[in-house]
């Protein structure tokens, strides 16, 4: 499971990347599947190589299977153009959260007024629905223990 943005260095293709899912991962199963690549765990007949930044930032670079890089990649190479790749994402990805994080924050206060004034409404219609059938011959109302 790839941690933030991540992507797959396909040999002699490059980087591609899919969209982040709701918690901000951007999932390597994702982009092989839709590739149509086939994993392979052999470090000399994998055709790629997943790699991800944690935090959405360059520093955070690595690539995810350190341990069984193979060995057609250029390292430095792929390390260039990954983070070419997340110099551009990043804050197009920053600008989104700016903007959905303030969508949130107005529905949220629309939403808590809006359920306010549902359960003001809601609590009256109850009490004068209950106090007109009381009045009724047949109505049992619930007991209270004092």
Known sequence: MCNGFGGIYVKDLG????????????SHSTIIKRMGLKENNSAYLRSFV???FADWTETSFR??????????LDQEEAR???IKL???????????HKIADQAWAEYRKIKDQAWAEYRKIKDQ???EFLSTIS???GYVCEVTEP
């Open 15 to 26: 980087f591609f990347f899919s969209e982040p899912n709701k918690n901000g991962d951007c």
């Open 63 to 72: 690539f995810d299977e350190e341990e069984t890089l193979p060995g057609w």
């Open 50 to 52: 997943r790699i991800e």
């Open 80 to 82: 260039e153009i990954a």
């Open 125 to 127: 219609a109850e009490a």
């Open 86 to 96: 997340i110099l551009r994402v990043a804050p197009t990805y920053a600008e989104y």
């Open 135 to 137: 009045k009724i011959d």
